[in-house]
């Protein structure tokens, strides 16, 4: 389906404009960082308790996700296994037999005629957070690092792959406010989501800038804003159909796919918009403000004798 034939849009001409939105975005992030207090951690990171609970009959999950809420547990997470279910909260509560009580007396009041059995109880501690916390940071690193040698190998400059990592920080910083916005918990989910969105942002900054290095060695004697414009133009109905694609199946795991998968569904939402925005919008610009002014130092470098020509 083609929304659109051919496009001949000035991308570079309103650059700054764009550059404004996305500090705007970024300052909007540290603000909302300020106002809560810092990001809201999960058991992930934090540590909490874990209690095994069964029942004689089997009972639906969400069934069980209504009961504990309504004990007064806000943070936790559940899992299911036949008639075996466990319970991950954060250790809120007073004590540890605090927290056994009010699940005993909401599940006893939810399921009177369906006897329940605590199978054990144990208290998680924060050291599992801290290296959890260590292994995200690691896996941040990492995908950056990574990312960077690559697009520098693979368009035989350093900058390009600086850029990009750029972009995909920019990507990751804003969905992340908007994760602390909302006040979602973050945990290992949330981690993979921002991981996800990453991946999806290089993808499709690799493709226009595949494109951009193509059109300089076939339209060279074009100035560098002229061959950035086209390159856009040229994979835009690409990249709005794909962003679209993206963005129906993310909206609709975030109406459709259940509380499991609502934060994940939320993040690829917000991501993939991101991920448009700062390829069209960011990276690029970014190339040609970097390219410009490069040229523009060589040159006066020139005409004050600094530099040679052969």
């Not at 076939?218 to 856009?232: E, G, H, W, Y």
């Amino acid at each position: 389906m083609q929304f659109f034939k051919s496009t001949n849009i000035d991308f570079i001409k309103n650059r700054y404009k764009f550059f404004t939105i996305s500090g705007l975005l970024l300052l909007m992030t540290v603000c909302v960082l300020i106002y809560r207090g810092g990001p809201n951690y999960g058991i992930d990171f934090t540590g909490g308790v874990l209690m095994r609970i069964s029942f004689q009959d089997k009972v639906e999950l969400q069934d069980v996700r209504t009961a504990v809420e309504e004990s007064g547990i806000n943070s936790f997470e559940l899992q299911s296994s036949d008639n075996l279910i466990m319970i991950r909260a954060k250790k809120n509560l007073e004590s540890q037999e605090e927290f056994e009580k009010s699940v005993q007396n909401s599940m006893q009041l939810k399921f009177p005629d369906n006897p329940m059995k605590i199978e054990g109880i144990e208290y998680v501690g924060p050291t599992v957070g801290e290296y959890l916390s260590k292994q995200a940071v690691y896996a941040f690193l990492f995908a950056f690092l990574g990312m960077i040698v690559y697009v520098a190998f693979r368009f035989k400059s350093s900058l390009w792959g600086i850029v990009s990592v750029i972009g995909i920080a920019h990507d990751v910083i804003i969905a992340f406010g908007f994760v602390v916005l909302v006040g979602k918990e973050i945990n290992i989910t949330i981690i993979a989501a921002l991981l996800t969105v990453a991946g999806y942002s290089i993808n499709d900054t690799i493709v226009l800038f595949d494109r951009i290095k193509e059109n300089l060695r076939l339209v060279a004697k074009q100035d560098f804003a002229t061959v950035i414009n086209k390159s856009i133009n040229g994979v835009l109905l690409r990249t709005v159909v794909t962003a679209i694609t993206v963005f129906i199946v993310a909206c609709s795991l975030f109406f459709f796919g259940g509380e499991v998968i609502h934060t994940f569904a939320y993040i690829m939402v917000i991501g993939t918009v991101l991920g448009v925005f700062s390829t069209i919008f960011i990276c690029t610009p970014l190339v040609y403000e970097w390219e410009t002014r490069r040229n523009r130092r060589l040159k006066t470098a020139i005409k004050q004798g600094v530099v040679r020509t052969r």
